[in-house]
């Protein structure tokens, strides 16, 4: 079975969006052929991604995870029944309630590989529930003061293990273990 993993890029004081949810800000910057060496060795450690349903439970335009270019099994957090959608060759299945359970479904569907968290209530409520195994960040160079924060709201601390650091034209990448 793979891992679980938080998998963002984020400002360097921690917001993974500006207030109205926009990432416009996590592009443009310049970038090495390492850079993308790292996020490809990622995308191909993912096998299922865990989310947050939106509030109409539908799969809107730009609301693809990493804007619909992995083909891996999706699973959305909500509190009411949905049928599973089908889009541009993704299955998007929706859990009700149970992060644990989420979790165990979307590990199953991803096999060998890893499961990543999207958003940060969703990683938060794995991280309080010790379900997540490793946190890979990629930090650009950009303050916004304000936003919807990765971590904020954490209930205890979580203890973290360096396992890589690495900078090359502009964005740091980051690689935590969390110790159990």
């Excluded at 299945?93 to 199953?108: P, Y």
Aim: charged share 25%; with cysteine.
């Amino acid at each position: 079975m793979g891992k679980v993993l938080i998998h963002s890029t984020v400002t360097l004081d921690g917001f993974m969006a500006d207030g109205d949810g926009g990432v416009d800000w996590m592009f443009g910057f310049t970038e090495a052929a390492e850079d993308r060496e790292v996020l490809n060795d990622v995308m191909a450690e993912i096998g299922a991604v865990l989310g947050g349903a939106n509030k109409t439970q539908t799969i809107d335009e730009g609301e693809e995870p990493y804007g619909g270019t992995l083909k891996v099994p999706v699973f959305l957090m909500t509190h009411t029944p949905h049928a599973p959608i089908e889009k541009d060759g993704t299955t998007y299945r929706f859990v009700i309630d149970d992060i644990a359970l989420a979790v165990r479904e979307a590990q199953d569907a991803a096999g060998d590989k890893s499961v990543t968290l999207l958003g940060g209530s969703i990683a938060r409520q794995c991280l309080e529930r010790g379900l997540v195994d490793e946190i890979q960040l990629h930090v650009v160079p950009v303050l916004l003061g304000k936003g919807i924060s990765l971590f904020s709201g954490l209930e205890n601390p979580i203890k973290l293990e360096r396992l890589n650091t690495a900078a090359y034209a502009s964005v740091t990448h980051l690689r935590f273990r969390v110790v159990r």
